[in-house]
T-cell receptor, first 120, second 113 residues
Framework: DTGVSQDPRHKITKRGQNVTFRCDPI?????LYWYRQTLGQGPEFLTY????????KSRLLSDRFSAERPKGSFSTLEIQRTEQGDSAMYLC??????????????????FGPGTRLLVL | AQSVTQPDIHITVSEGASLELRCNYS??????LFWYVQSPGQGLQLLLK??????LVQGIKGFEAEFKRSQSSFNLRKPSVHWSDAAEYFC???????????FGTGTRLTIIP
């Protein structure tokens, strides 16, 4: 399977603990995105990377959140001092971006299965 | 700022009946438009997308959608639904460069026998 993968799929933690999620994009994709989806809502953009560079962060991404993509391949999203309001599904997506005219498939973000976080 | 409205929170349809899910968007330029489907506890699967060209786009699983600029709409249709179509459906709009998708709140589809 060459799709986007995320690990773990589920995480239960106690309030105040730190958690880290991992996303492995489709291998040739240089752009990687993080979204958060709370119950009954659509996904909300958090941040995205072009290779290892983090190019944009949403205001939703508080100081307790940090995302990295150190080698331009997989990415990690860490939440420090978790709060109950952090309970959500964290989705990762990837796509290819390059110079010139892209195909519609290259313009499309492909999503992983998500990591569901529950903070007790 | 871009936004998406899905006015129907929940729709119930009989198996074999036709389906239309509504989506209205707000975006200043020509939008990138998407429909994704999400089964319980799962990630998002792309059904179809519109970038330019023909305003009627075909997707997977027999779905289609029509882009109507004058109505700022991108409604999803299927002529005959199957029980396996029960899921949550999200419409999304992409900004210039398609770096940030803005999603609607979703429409939950229930299929009854």
């Amino acid at each position: 399977d060459t799709g986007v993968s995320q690990d773990p799929r589920h995480k239960i933690t106690k309030r105040g603990q730190n958690v880290t999620f991992r996303c492995d994009p489709i291998s040739e994709h240089n752009r990687l995105y993080w979204y958060r989806q709370t119950l009954g809502q659509g996904p909300e953009f958090l941040t995205y990377f072009q290779n290892e560079a983090q190019l944009e962060k949403s205001r939703l991404l508080s100081d307790r959140f940090s995302a990295e993509r150190p080698k331009g391949s997989f990415s990690t999203l860490e939440i420090q001092r978790t709060e109950q309001g952090d309970s959500a599904m964290y989705l990762c997506a990837s796509r290819f971006s390059g110079r010139g005219l892209l195909t519609s498939s290259q313009e499309t973000q492909y999503f992983g299965p998500g990591t569901r976080l529950l903070v007790l | 700022a871009q936004s998406v409205t899905q006015p129907d929170i929940h729709i119930t349809v009989s198996e074999g009946a036709s389906l239309e899910l509504r989506c209205n968007y707000s975006y200043g330029a020509t939008p990138y438009l998407f429909w994704y489907v999400q089964s319980p506890g799962q990630g998002l699967q792309l059904l179809l997308k519109y970038f330019s060209g023909d305003t009627l786009v075909q997707g997977i699983k027999g779905f289609e959608a029509e882009f109507k600029r004058s109505q700022s709409s991108f409604n999803l249709r299927k002529p005959s639904v199957h029980w396996s179509d029960a899921a949550e459906y999200f419409c999304a709009v992409g900004n210039f460069g398609n770096e940030k998708l803005t999603f609607g709140t979703g429409t939950r589809l229930t299929i009854i026998p």
